[in-house]
């Protein structure tokens, strides 16, 4: 790690976020002047919708995060610890409380998984970042530093992640006036993965570096090489390109370089005489093809494309195909890397700065204390393991409370009591009803196909059971949820009885925390949410 961070040093890290000043002094920020039901007035994010009627039984306190925080920290692997220490502008002040530096306002839509779509005022200096962040305080979400902009071209069936720092007018000024191209708000898991696990999105076998490093890496000295300017790892390897104006594909051997896209005219020969340039990135950016075979009889379904900022046209995209998910996802991830640099990592630490210097949010967890009202006094519980279990306890009450709401008046038969076992997972925000196979498949490609990505669903072939779609290794497998009868009382199981479940929630809790006979734990669930 030492060696590592001196040759950080020689990294340049200029830049940062645009200064924004706060919106509640002039008030401009409210879209008073728009009589669309579906403009969202921008308001005070410091104060919760429920502030004055909440009795919770968690209290705000004053008392030190400081060794909650440094947990959390350690948890995310920092390889350049110098950046912490960066100006970095705060994180709180742009993106909740942005925006009157100019008096002009637009106008934009943006649009849900499920095509709703809400309409707010904006500066023109917003970011990608910001209107994340007004999305997640609107919609009461869990900001876990993993919600997208995404920009979705219907005409042409494409789309691509809007970076955290991208300015959002400018994505729109590229726009042509009669194309159907939408702004998406969703969850991308994989966003910045490739910082956690690198290893995971280079193969061995795409992956060259210089003699430097006798040609390997490890964690740190990969990143490194990828985001300082004077070196690049080498990714090579073979691709399917789509002839111009021809609809023919033509099977060629790639090299991405920090100078650019090329490919060889002979073989896999590497000489510059047989070398040809294919793309840069100073102008361009790299986009997910979207029913590939369909739109541009691709051979296979791992397509994306290269498209200058200047065009819009079907004609001018450099469409690309790989043959399976994870070669896709290592040109793609190269080529962000390549054009953004160190602003990408920028953006990945931010929110874990920020959640140091200011941990000021609308329900932080930072700013709770346990309390104890059950004597004559309330007293604050010091005692981390007491607080837990009190913790705990509160839980098993709601869900008992629950299950009696559910099995209705009297005392529930055996065949009663399943009911409440049935319904308590209608409410959970990974469980996604009558969603079919194929859908599912879409929804955790969409929200990213990393290790863990998981949803609970009805099962289309046997109504009585439920389906558990898991992504592994880039490819997404679904498991039975079956249901066990043992003497009148109803259990669910993954391995056909042997660890039974009164409800999917204690399932989906406890593969949370093991794997079982899972090829992983679940970690991130798919969400939908309604704007």
């Given at each position: 790690?030492?060696?590592?961070?001196?040759?950080?040093?020689?990294?340049?890290?200029?830049?940062?976020?645009?200064?924004?000043?706060?919106?509640?002094?002039?008030?401009?920020?409210?879209?008073?002047?728009?009589?669309?039901?579906?403009?969202?007035?921008?308001?005070?994010?410091?104060?919760?919708?429920?502030?004055?009627?909440?009795?919770?039984?968690?209290?705000?306190?004053?008392?030190?995060?400081?060794?909650?925080?440094?947990?959390?920290?350690?948890?995310?692997?920092?390889?350049?610890?110098?950046?912490?220490?960066?100006?970095?502008?705060?994180?709180?002040s742009e993106c909740l409380l942005?925006?009157?530096?100019?008096?002009?306002?637009?106008?934009?839509?943006?649009?849900?998984?499920?095509?709703?779509?809400?309409?707010?005022?904006?500066?023109?200096?917003?970011?990608?970042?910001?209107?994340?962040?007004?999305?997640?305080?609107?919609?009461?979400?869990?900001?876990?530093?993993?919600?997208?902009?995404?920009?979705?071209?219907?005409?042409?069936?494409?789309?691509?992640?809007?970076?955290?720092?991208?300015?959002?007018?400018?994505?729109?000024?590229?726009?042509?006036?009669?194309?159907?191209?939408?702004?998406?708000?969703?969850?991308?898991?994989?966003?910045?993965?490739?910082?956690?696990?690198?290893?995971?999105?280079?193969?061995?076998?795409?992956?060259?570096?210089?003699?430097?490093?006798?040609?390997?890496?490890?964690?740190?000295?990969?990143?490194?090489?990828?985001?300082?300017?004077?070196?690049?790892?080498?990714?090579?390897?073979?691709?399917?390109?789509?002839?111009?104006?021809?609809?023919?594909?033509?099977?060629?051997?790639?090299?991405?370089?920090?100078?650019?896209?090329?490919?060889?005219?002979?073989?896999?020969?590497?000489?510059?005489?047989?070398?040809?340039?294919?793309?840069?990135?100073?102008?361009?950016?790299?986009?997910?093809?979207?029913?590939?075979?369909?739109?541009?009889?691709?051979?296979?379904?791992?397509?994306?494309?290269?498209?200058?900022?200047?065009?819009?046209?079907?004609?001018?995209?450099?469409?690309?195909?790989?043959?399976?998910?994870?070669?896709?996802?290592?040109?793609?991830?190269?080529?962000?890397?390549?054009?953004?640099?160190?602003?990408?990592?920028?953006?990945?630490?931010?929110?874990?700065?920020?959640?140091?210097?200011?941990?000021?949010?609308?329900?932080?967890?930072?700013?709770?204390?346990?309390?104890?009202?059950?004597?004559?006094?309330?007293?604050?519980?010091?005692?981390?393991?007491?607080?837990?279990?009190?913790?705990?306890?509160?839980?098993l009450s709601w869900r008992r409370?629950?299950?009696?709401?559910?099995?209705?008046?009297?005392?529930?038969?055996?065949?009663?009591?399943?009911?409440?076992?049935?319904?308590?997972?209608?409410?959970?925000?990974?469980?996604?009803?009558?969603?079919?196979?194929?859908?599912?498949?879409?929804?955790?490609?969409?929200?990213?196909?990393?290790?863990?990505?998981?949803?609970?669903?009805?099962?289309?072939?046997?109504?009585?059971?439920?389906?558990?779609?898991?992504?592994?290794?880039?490819?997404?497998?679904?498991?039975?949820?079956?249901?066990?009868?043992?003497?009148?009382?109803?259990?669910?199981?993954?391995?056909?009885?042997?660890?039974?479940?009164?409800?999917?929630?204690?399932?989906?809790?406890?593969?949370?925390?093991?794997?079982?006979?899972?090829?992983?734990?679940?970690?991130?669930?798919?969400?939908?949410?309604?704007?």
């Open positions: 790690m030492s060696d590592m961070n001196k040759t950080l040093d020689e990294i340049h890290t200029s830049g940062r976020l645009g200064e924004k000043a706060e919106i509640f002094q002039s008030g401009r920020g409210n879209v008073s002047g728009c009589s669309s039901p579906a403009l969202i007035p921008l308001q005070d994010p410091l104060l919760t919708p429920n502030a004055k009627t909440s009795q919770t039984k968690l209290c705000r306190g004053t008392r030190s995060n400081r060794e909650g925080q440094e947990a959390f920290s350690s948890l995310v692997p920092n390889p350049f610890p110098e950046l912490l220490h960066s100006t970095l502008s705060p994180f709180v942005p925006w009157t530096k100019s008096s002009a306002t637009q106008v934009i839509k943006v649009y849900n998984e499920d095509n709703t779509s809400k309409a707010v005022e904006v500066p023109p200096d917003v970011t990608a970042r910001d209107i994340c962040q007004l999305f997640v305080l609107k919609n009461h979400c869990i900001d876990d530093h993993s919600w997208t902009l995404f920009e979705h071209l219907s005409h042409v069936g494409i789309e691509r992640t809007i970076e955290d720092h991208e300015s959002v007018m400018e994505v729109l000024s590229g726009w042509a006036m009669d194309t159907d191209s939408r702004l998406y708000f969703r969850k991308n898991y994989a966003k910045y993965e490739f910082f956690r696990k690198p290893l995971d999105f280079f193969p061995d076998h795409m992956l060259s570096i210089s003699t430097e490093t006798n040609g390997s890496a490890d964690h740190s000295e990969l990143i490194q090489t990828f985001l300082k300017s004077s070196t690049c790892p080498e990714i090579h390897g073979y691709l399917h390109a789509k002839e111009q104006s021809r609809k023919s594909w033509k099977k060629f051997y790639f090299i991405l370089r920090r100078s650019g896209l090329y490919f060889s005219n002979k073989g896999t020969s590497k000489e510059p005489r047989h070398l040809q340039f294919f793309a840069d990135f100073s102008d361009s950016d790299v986009y997910t093809v979207l029913s590939a075979k369909k739109l541009h009889g691709a051979p296979t379904e791992f397509a994306f494309c290269v498209k200058s900022t200047k065009c819009s046209a079907a004609r001018d995209l450099k469409l690309l195909c790989a043959d399976d998910e994870q070669t896709r996802t290592c040109w793609i991830t190269a080529m962000r890397l390549l054009k953004f640099g160190m602003q990408l990592y920028q953006n990945f630490i931010q929110p874990h700065q920020k959640q140091k210097t200011s941990p000021m949010r609308s329900i932080s967890e930072n700013s709770l204390v346990a309390m104890d009202f059950s004597g004559q006094k309330s007293r604050v519980i010091e005692n981390p393991c007491e607080a837990l279990s009190v913790a705990v306890e509160e839980g409370k629950s299950c009696h709401r559910l099995s209705g008046h009297g005392s529930p038969s055996s065949a009663q009591s399943s009911v409440p076992n049935i319904a308590i997972h209608l409410t959970q925000p990974w469980f996604h009803g009558k969603l079919a196979r194929e859908e599912a498949q879409r929804l955790i490609t969409q929200q990213g196909l990393i290790d863990g990505v998981f949803l609970l669903r009805d099962s289309q072939s046997n109504p009585k059971t439920f389906v558990l779609s898991l992504c592994h290794t880039q490819k997404i497998k679904h498991f039975q949820i079956l249901p066990v009868d043992d003497e009148g009382d109803l259990f669910y199981s993954l391995d056909d009885g042997l660890t039974r479940f009164t409800d999917l929630i204690q399932l989906v809790e406890f593969y949370q925390l093991n794997r079982g006979v899972l090829p992983c734990k679940l970690k991130h669930h798919c969400a939908q949410i309604a704007l």
